[in-house]
């Protein structure tokens, strides 16, 4: 394999399982073809939601990503499924703010999908919002702002803001151009990553029904 794209495949596993309670159970199944990667994530059934979201949106999201990255390697990209492994959903747990949490690991992260997408940056700073969010602050060269779009953007919102939750701190990330005092792409805060338009099903639909909807395997 190609060793871009091996490193390719090896961050989008470790994208994934930062947003994973139960990283340890999760694989990135994939196979690769001449000009194609086709990827199923199987992981913990606590997990299976949030991989996947409303409606599929996160895992749009993650396409978003997964085709920003290997589209530079003029390699398609597809997330054919999030499945679980069987095991039984564990309850809902509310978020629990973490007072130490250590922005560190998550910045790592985030300066590896920028290099992953291309994008030049001269800086990337976390700083404490309130006792409960955090922002990321990310400079970009001008080059890359202008070539930065809207859904990209938002996607890393998406993904950084259920990151975040999951280790105990609300996590915003926010892109500069350098020199200038606004921000690029998207909004302030998480936008909403852009999906499909849905079709008409009632808002009570199992996980079946969503990866139909998705074009994903039931």
């Not at 159970?25 to 001449?34: C, W």
């Not at 007072?99 to 992260?109: A, F, G, I, R």
Request: proline share 5%.
């Amino acid at each position: 394999m190609n060793p871009r794209v091996a490193s390719a495949l090896q961050f989008f596993e470790s994208l994934v399982k930062a947003m994973a309670l139960r990283p340890d159970d999760l694989h990135v199944i994939t196979r690769k073809t001449i000009a194609a990667v086709d990827v199923v994530i199987r992981c913990n059934a606590a997990d299976t939601a949030r991989l996947i979201g409303k409606r599929g949106a996160m895992a749009d999201c993650l396409r978003v990503i997964g085709h920003a990255v290997f589209g530079q390697l003029k390699t398609q990209f597809r997330l054919d499924d999030v499945m679980d492994d069987g095991a039984e959903k564990e309850p809902f747990t509310q978020f629990r703010n973490d007072t130490k949490w250590d922005p560190t690991p998550t910045v790592d992260l985030l300066q590896t999908m920028l290099m992953q997408l291309g994008w030049m940056f001269d800086s990337i700073k976390a700083k404490e919002h309130n006792e409960w969010t955090f922002k990321i602050w990310v400079t970009v060269t001008p080059e890359t702002a202008g070539r930065m779009r809207d859904e990209i953007v938002s996607a890393i919102n998406a993904i950084f803001i259920v990151i975040g939750t999951r280790a105990g701190k609300k996590v915003f990330v926010r892109f500069q151009e350098r020199g200038q005092s606004g921000t690029v792409g998207g909004r302030d805060f998480g936008v909403p990553c852009p999906k499909r338009q849905p079709t008409a099903h009632p808002a009570s639909c199992g996980p079946d029904e969503l990866r139909r909807e998705r074009g994903m395997r039931v």
